[in-house]
């Protein structure tokens, strides 16, 4: 796919239904995977082309999630106890220093073990389920951590950023409800809340914005089948995606590289949908990149495919440890 920045939002969808297919050169960038108290940074351009030798590796011990800002040229990594943000200026394909961080602390009684990112507009936010607190923070890593009002949310909830109105909305998911409300007031506006049907009877498993169209991307199970619940304007829809026999299954969307359901196999969303691929296997992280191509884990063996026109196994390769979170960063 040719190479491809950020545009307005008016342009993206001519851009995606122009693109026919991958082609040189590659957009520059870097893969980071972290896991088993490691980031794991890997030319992007590599991986597509069957080789997984890190260019550079950082030892964060009780690593548990991680996420990339292009606009604000910053890695994310959240732990236990605190959040770090890291400058991207100076990463290479061929070099990733590792400044001093900026920090920020949660307080003494929150273990976030467990917890995982969104990235909104100008705020990060960081949910610890198992202590059931979820937190805000400048995208900047400027400030201090901002306490988001959970009242009435149960523990099993997932959270997003939801922008509307110039506000940054909390986004929330339960097994009977999709909807969204000002982060610091649960009675505030602008807010709406949708009863899911089907209701789920497994997760919520994950919850994120497409950024492109303005709306909320949820999963959640029936006993029978893996539903995708969509949240666009006032309306609320769902429909079966993946294979049968539900499993956890996880979300990775980008703007410009496309939108994919993983789990039991995956399956294309968007730009173009897909019928369910490689349903025999079971994926435990993914990512889209801004390039079009789908970077999927299955233990400590990495899957890529190429999205464009339509799905196209390259290559699967091992990595020699298990990543649960990925990120892709432009780089010059």
Known sequence: MKK???????????????????????????????????????????????????VGIWNTPSLQDLAHSQTFGRLYLLFPDRLE???????????????????AAFPNDVDCTGGYLRLGQNRLLAHCPGAGRAFLWSLD??????????????????????????????????REA????????????PSLEKPLDPQASQGPYDLQLDRLRGRLLGLAATLAEVQLYTLEGESLSSRKVLADFPRPSRLALDP?????????????????????????????????????????????????????????????????????????????
């Open 256 to 332: 410009v590289g496309g939108g994919v359901a993983y789990g039991q196999g995956f399956q294309v969303l968007f730009p173009r949908e897909s019928p369910v691929q490689r349903q025999f296997h079971t994926y435990t992280a993914g990512l889209v990149g801004q390039d079009g191509y789908l970077y999927l884990v299955q233990g400590q063996t990495l899957e890529v495919h190429d999205l464009v026109p339509s799905p196209a196994f390259l290559g699967r390769q091992a990595l020699d440890f298990s990543p649960t979170s990925l990120a892709f960063i432009p780089v010059e």
């Open 178 to 189: 999709l909807g969204y409300r000002p982060p610091q007031n649960p009675s505030g506006t």
């Open 141 to 174: 890593a400027s400030g201090n951590l901002e306490l988001a009002d959970l009242t009435g949310l149960p523990r099993e909830v997932r959270l997003a950023l939801f922008p509307q109105g110039g506000q940054e909305l909390l986004a929330y998911m339960t």
């Open 4 to 54: 491809l920045w950020p545009l307005p939002l008016a342009l993206l969808g001519l851009i995606l239904s122009a693109c026919t297919g991958s082609q040189e050169p590659p957009l520059p960038a870097l893969v980071a995977m972290g896991g088993e108290g490691e980031v794991r940074f890997f030319r992007a351009r590599d991986l597509q082309g069957g080789t997984a030798s890190p």
């Open 85 to 103: 943000a890291y400058s991207t200026q100076g990463f290479t394909e061929d070099a990733v220093p590792q400044p001093a961080p900026t920090q």
